[in-house]
């Protein structure tokens, strides 16, 4: 007993481990992909960006030290001059100075408030733009697993129509060895069969590169023999989500914020800016001695002011960008529109293919039960030799040909539905790393 629950578990294990699903690829994938991990990257380095404008909030200090040899070529032992606002030194001497220095933006009419802004919606909009990756690359593996579904079934089937297609050649050719069967139709008949495992052997093939496909996509290795599990198909489908609340528009809409924000901050910074400034200075200086300098720097002078900027003219400069800003707002407000139309459009394709699949569901549903009914009858009735064995066949061959178009109405009917989900996500339902 004991041996035999052990058979059973290894047995049980081996066949867990040769089934993937469509849920695992996107676990999988979600973790593992590149290129939602250099999405990420990006929402970090937009979180440092906002650091960044953040900083001029704080006033800045600097340290200088100088040290330096001064010759005098015209005999003048000590003295400065200035000319054009450049002061020339005078005098043999070696000197050191050192300055610590403080600069403080105290005005600057928001322009710092909107730079910080923009960053802020910039740094949010990358931060989602995770989720705009993660919803195209979703639905690319979606769409190869749900091909590579179909194939699969396909193959299942057609491997059993081909044992058919075989049983129904050779009831033929014992008619025609009889005289009762044209050696037309027998080749035809041998034709059919050719092309059927043609086809049987091109969607193997087809098979093979949908599952290197899918694991290129999702980075999960994904062996030939595998067993891919059943989309899964919600039972109702939920109503239309608004484009306003899908993380496509939440990205769009942080994009035309920041290139707001960056407008006018571009604006603002026209405006004059006020600031203060010091400086606390030490100094020695000796006519001989080098190190002299070095080990007596004493205080000399501090400061303190404030300053007034204002840009008058800049070559035009600061009109062009601003052009350039006001268009690429622009461009931001089309793209919003544009990628609206796109999921409105899409979204109402989608929902009518999926009430067309409804309905040709439910139509080779019917004419499967039909040719269901029709091969029992037949079945009865090659019981009782009413026909033949090639009738017999032949309804078995149509039931199996019926099975395999209903089973792929299916796989098809749960990818799109899975693909609408995918495409009206929010913000907030992308995979969380």
Known sequence: MK?????????????????????????YAAKNSVGLEMKRLDAEMGKSDVESAEADYYPAFNLVYNTEYTESLDGIPLGTESVGGITISNGTRYQNSAALQMTYSLY???ATEKAVLAARRSAEAAEKERCL??????????????????????????KEMLLLRRKIYAAKERLYKAGHYSKVDLGDEAIYIISLERERENASLQYREDLLEISRLSYMPIGFDVTLMPIGEDKSLSETVP????????????????????????????????????????????????YYPLRHLHSKSWNIGFSIRMNLFEGFRDSAKARRLSLELKKAQEAYEEAKHKYLYEGRDRRTRLDELAVLQKKDEKLREQNRKKAEMVKRLRKYRKVDLLAQLNAQY????????LEKRKIERAATMMSLKISERGPQQCTQR
């Open 3 to 27: 041996r035999l629950v052990l058979f059973l578990l290894v047995a049980c294990a081996g066949l867990f481990a040769e089934t993937v699903s469509l849920d695992t690829v996107f676990e």
């Open 108 to 110: 600057t009419f928001g």
């Open 133 to 158: 990756k993660e919803k195209e690359l979703f639905l690319q593996i979606l769409q190869k697993y749900a091909d590579a579904l179909k194939l699969a079934e396909e193959m299942h089937y057609k």
């Open 243 to 290: 484009f306003e609340k899908t993380a496509e528009a939440f990205v769009l809409k942080k994009r035309i914020e920041a290139k707001k924000a960056e407008l006018d901050m571009h604006e603002r910074r026209q405006y004059p800016s006020f600031s203060m400034y010091g400086n606390y200075y030490l100094y020695a200086s000796d006519p001989r001695r080098y």
């Open 398 to 405: 149509e039931l199996m040909e019926r099975t395999l178009n």
